[in-house]
């Protein structure tokens, strides 16, 4: 490429490799001025539109990445080459993710879906996983591509993400529809045990307890028994059955 702009100083694919081997050794700065001047020469050019992209995700910019990256893709939707359109698509969301407010989400997840059905909720749901520090707003923001609903892959990350964050009631509601979407999950499955334990240990014996009072008090030899049940529902947060029947 260095050789090609000696000789051709002007030459459009010259100057973009030289442009993205810039990137590559990090000169930010050299690449994104040579890259502005090929957009001078170039304005519908989606390469060029896409190496602005890069230089601004490097540049820790996701919100002028997201958009030098979606104008990019809309060149690329006027012409038929899937593969490079299902690219853009899904480096445009994995940086939307990145904010707070993204500006196409659902319009650009809806887009992926029509163009590669099969694969697009569980890459945007691993994505997720990865790329979203906080796992409750991962999962909100999984539940927010179309047809999550629908997806047996969505809602089983969704639910994982969920009993990662600590919401294991949400999360065995998500892996619960999961198994009705796929009844023969073993991942979903145990999952959804595990969501089961961890929500009856976080409410102790209590629910228990309260059940077993009206079960004592109408039985005639164990009616005896209810009024030291209560006061232990009120006062211990663990079960001590056995020393009241004991």
Not at 167 to 185: F, I, K, T, Y
């Amino acid at each position: 490429a260095v050789r090609l702009l000696q000789q051709e100083p002007g030459h459009q694919e010259a100057r973009l490799v030289t442009a993205r081997c810039m990137l590559g050794v990090r000169d930010l700065e050299g690449a994104r001025r040579m890259t502005l001047e090929l957009l001078q020469d170039a304005p519908n050019d989606p390469g060029v539109h896409r190496l602005l992209g890069e230089i601004s995700a490097a540049a820790r910019d996701p919100e002028a990445a997201v958009s030098h990256l979606r104008h990019a893709l809309q060149l690329e939707l006027k012409g038929d080459n899937v593969h490079r359109q299902v690219a853009l698509l899904r480096r445009s969301l994995s940086l939307q993710l990145q904010l707070d407010h993204p500006p196409a989400l659902g319009q650009d997840a809806q887009t992926l879906l029509e163009l590669r059905p099969a694969s697009a909720l569980g890459w945007a749901a691993s994505t997720l996983a990865q790329n979203v520090e906080d796992p409750l707003e991962a999962a909100a923001k999984l539940q927010e591509f179309p047809a999550a609903d629908e997806s047996a892959a969505a809602q089983l990350v969704r639910g994982l993400l969920l009993l990662d964050g600590g919401d294991p009631v949400a999360a065995a509601s998500a892996l619960e529809q999961a198994l009705r979407l796929e009844p023969d999950n073993p991942r979903a499955r145990r999952a959804l045990e595990q969501a089961h334990r961890t929500a009856g240990q976080r409410k102790g014996p209590f629910p228990f307890l309260a059940s077993l009072i009206p079960l004592l008090e109408s039985h005639p030899a164990l009616k005896v028994h209810a009024p030291e049940v209560i006061r232990l529902r009120e006062v211990f947060d663990r079960p001590l059955l056995v020393c009241v029947m004991g």
